[in-house]
């Protein structure tokens, strides 16, 4: 496999899901008892509440930075580019840079909504009960909600940007009617960013 193929898109979502394919055949023991569902209920009744909870803050916080680092780079690299040679671009076109910006403050800010949402509270003989294991995945499934929600809003404003630079680089009248098109595109993350909040809105630890 060569460097070119290992740097495609599809490359980054092939091997890990490959390699999580293999674990799980592995866990499993057996390819063609692929799902055990025994095994998996096991699995999931045995994990901490509060395993779910923080996954689901981590990964708001984390996908949410690496959407806003992702599209800072593909905008910020096209708009370094071509400020070189028309440097009028640079001052407009730093717009793009925030709102790509915006994202990561999307996921920190929901980050901070789940973990007041945490509570802490006592097992009975390791199993915790069913209002602390639904809190867990509420507060898992938002913050997954909101980290793909920015992931791909940051990678949708980070190419628009990169076109938006390029496009006002050759004609300036063009940047405007580009830029409409961004705003929708960093749109997206809000939408994730609401349904993460309703989500995890009605948590209760307790009875």
Aim: contains cysteine; aromatic residues 12%.
């Amino acid at each position: 496999m060569s460097l070119d193929s290992l740097m495609n898109p599809v490359s980054w979502i092939a091997l890990p899901v490959t390699f999580a394919w293999i674990c799980f055949i592995i866990s499993v023991g057996s390819p063609t008892r692929f799902i055990d569902y025994d095994w998996l209920w096991l699995l999931f009744r045995s994990m901490s509440p509060y395993f779910w909870s923080a996954l689901g803050v981590a990964l708001a916080v984390g996908m949410s930075i690496l959407g806003a680092a992702w599209g800072i780079f593909i905008t910020g690299s096209s708009l370094v580019g071509a400020s070189i040679r028309v440097p009028r671009i640079t001052s407009k076109n730093l717009i793009s840079v925030i709102f790509c910006e915006a994202v990561a403050i999307y996921g920190v800010i929901v980050a901070i909504i789940l973990q007041t949402k945490i509570e802490r509270i006592d097992s009975e003989n390791g199993v915790f009960n069913k209002y602390a294991m639904g809190a867990g995945y509420s507060i898992f499934g938002s913050g997954i909600t909101c980290g793909f929600a920015n992931l791909f809003c940051g990678l949708c404003v980070g190419i628009v940007g990169s076109a938006c630079a390029l496009s006002d680089a050759q004609n300036s009248s063009l940047f405007v009617k580009i830029l409409v098109v961004e705003i929708f595109g960093s749109a997206l993350g809000l939408f994730g960013v609401i349904i993460g909040i309703i989500m995890c809105g009605g948590v209760k630890w307790t009875a």
